[in-house]
Structure formats: C-alpha cells, structure tokens
Nanobody, 122 residues
Framework: VQLVESGGGLVQAGGSLRLSCAASGFTIDDHAIGWFRQAPGKEREGVSCITTSDGRTYYADSVKGRFTISSDNGKNTVYLRMNSLKPEDTAVYYC????????????????WGQGTQVTVSS
C-alpha cells in the first residue's frame, strides 16, 4: 500500500496549486481519502476528505470555498485544488487513506503518504 503526494511548491499569496495523491496497492473506491497538513511548530490539521464511492466531500472551515477535493477513480488518484492561497496555508500536506471520512480524527486513517511541501509567500 502506497500513497504518493505531488504538486507542492512555492506560490505567491492569492495563487493556486493542485496537489495529487496517487494510490497503489489498494482501490480508493473502498476508502476515504483525506488531506491533512502540518506547519512547523503546529499540530497536524485536517483539511479535506472524500469518499470516492459516493463523491461526498468534507472541508475544514479554514479552507471552505478555497479548496476543492476531487478524485479520478480510474487513475486511483485524489486531487486537492487550492485557490486563493494564504501564507497561513504554508505546511507539509499529507494524504491518507482509511475506512471512514474525517477532517478531524487523523487516527481513523491507516495509510499515509510522505507529504509535499506547500509554501505561500506574502
């Protein structure tokens, strides 16, 4: 089982990025896929998650209206489109897979990727 994030980088405030989470060794249809982030000196924070079997999506209040999670089940990949980025969005972003969706309880997720760095300059 493997999750590989990509798409991070350096962007100016107000800019956009699209993160990808490519899964292998299992089918995302059977799992909830979540995005979490962790900034230096801060606790890990849930951002968004999706149940790809029915398309339900969930967002943290801090990103509602700016971030969009989606999936391509044929590619076994989940995406996080991030618009109107702010300096406070700077963090390492991780994707995770688990049996139940949550943007609060990270312990529900069984598998984690290595993370991709997102840096938003002011």
């Amino acid at each position: 089982v493997q999750l590989v994030e990509s798409g991070g980088g350096l962007v100016q405030a107000g800019g956009s990025l699209r993160l990808s989470c490519a899964a292998s060794g299992f089918t995302i249809d059977d799992h909830a896929i979540g995005w979490f982030r962790q900034a230096p000196g801060k606790e890990r924070e849930g951002v968004s998650c999706i149940t790809t079997s029915d398309g339900r999506t969930y967002y943290a209040d801090s990103v509602k209206g700016r971030f969009t999670i989606s999936s391509d089940n044929g590619k076994n990949t989940v995406y996080l489109r991030m618009n109107s980025l702010k300096p406070e969005d700077t963090a390492v972003y991780y994707c995770a897979a688990g049996p139940l969706p949550s943007v609060v309880v990270a312990d529900l997720y069984d598998y984690w990727g290595q993370g991709t760095q997102v840096t938003v300059s002011s």
